[in-house]
C-alpha cells in the first residue's frame, strides 16, 4: 500500500472537482468496477485500495507489461521531429489539472534546484546557475494523453549532459521529479540521457511563463505531455520508482512515444 | 469410411469455416469489442467532431481506465489478427472465399439485394457484396492497427505516423476506420441474425 499526500497548495475542493471532470457517474461504474476509475477514488483516500486478481489488477499488470515493451521500442538514437517556426501553435495551450490562476507561483530569488541521489555533487542550484548551462532549442510536438497535440518551442539545457556534469550514476534506473505544487514524475534513465530532453528555462525564446511551469519544466518530446514535469524543484537519481501523479492514478507508467 | 465421407454424412454438410477461422473471428469479435468501446472513452477526452460518445456504452469509466483496456486488448486484436491474416493467406481461403471481385458482379448482387433477391442459400459460397464488405472489413482492420500503432508512437514509428500525414491525421484515420468497421458490424450482426444457420455455422463449423 502506497501513501500519498494531497497536494499542499491545491485547493482540495478544486481537486476533487477536476477527478469529478474525469470520473464518472457512481451509477455508471457497474461496468467491470471502473477499471481504473478507482485511481481517483485513491487519491481522495490517500491510498491503494485494490490489489489482487480484479479486472483493474489485471489491467495494471498488462500496463506495466506495455512499459517494458515500450522501453524496448524506445530508441535513445531516434530524434523526435522538429518542426519550423511558423508550425508553432499560438497561443500554445495551458494544461494541468487545476486552472492556470492555480498554478504555482515560484521566487526565482530563493529558488534552488535540489539535487539528490546517486549523484557525486549534490549542491544546490540557483536560477542564475542554471540559466548560466549550455542552451539548446527545440521546437517539438507536445502530445497530450487526452489525444490533443500542439507544437511547442522550448530552450534550456540538455539532461543528460547536466546529469553528467553533476556526476549522477547514469547506470541508475530512474530520475525522478518534484514540483513545486506537489506534482511528480519518475522517469527511466534511457529517455533521461535522450538527446532531447531538455531542463527548460524558455518558451519560445522567453524566460518561462509561469503558465508553462516557470522556472523550470523537463521536456521529453519522446513522452505523452503528463510526463513533462512543470515548476520541477527537486531532482533525485534512484534505483527505486518513485511513481508519479498521474501514473499513481492510472496513467501508464512509461508514456512513451 | 472416409472422414470427408463421415462429415458429409453427418448433417449432410461439409465444413464451412474451419475451426482456426471460428476461433479468431470470436477471439477478434470480443477484442474488438473493447477497442471500440475503450476507444470511445478515449475519443471523448478530446473529441474531433462536435458530439461525444454516451459514457454508458464507453468503456473504461473514465481516460486511463479506457487507455488501459485500450492497450491491453490491442495485443490480443493485433496478435490474432496476425494469425487470422498469416492463415487466410497461406491457406488460399482469401483467394478461394474473396476473390475475384468483379465491379460487374457487385452491382448486380447490390440491386439483387435491394430488391430482396439476393440468395444465400450456400453459405460456403459468397455473393459479390459480401466479398466486398468482407474483404473491406479486413482492409478496415489493417488500417485501423496501423494508424494506432501510429497514434501511440508518433516518434518510435514516426514513418507511419508520416504515411498518413503525421500525428494529429492519423488520429482522423484510426477515427474512420473505427466508424467503417462499426458500420460493418451493424449490417453484419443484422444479416447473421436474419439467417440464424450462418450464426450457426461460425459457431458449430457448418
Redesign the interface.
Known sequence: MRIRKLIPGVDPELLVKDAAKLMPDPARRNFLRGAAGLGALTLLTGCDIIDGDTAEGVLRKISSFNDGAQAALFSRSKLAPTYPESAITRPFPFNAYYSEDEAPVVDPATYRFEISGLVDNKKPWTLDELHALPEVSQITRHVCVEGWSAIGSWQGASLGDFLKRIGADTRAKYVFFRCAEGYSNTIDMATALHPQTQMTFKYDNKLLPRAYGFPMKIRMPTKLGYKNPKYVVAMEVTNTDRGGYWENQGYNWFGGL | MSVQAIATNTEGTAVIHPAWVRATHWINALAMLVMIGSGWQ??N??PLFGFTFP??IA???????????H??AM?VLAINGLVYLTLGFVTGRFRRKLLPITPRAVIADVKAAVTFKLAHDDLAHYNAVQKVLYAGVILAGVVVVLSGLA?W????F?ELAALFGG??AA?YVHFFAMAAIVGFLVVHVSLALLVPKSLRAMIAGR
Open positions: 478515449v475519443y477526452a478530446s459514457p454508458s468503456l473504461g469509466n473514465w481516460l486511463g481506465g479506457a487507455l488501459q483496456w492497450f491491453a495485443w497514434i508512437k508518433p516518434v518510435q514516426q500525428y494529429d488520429r
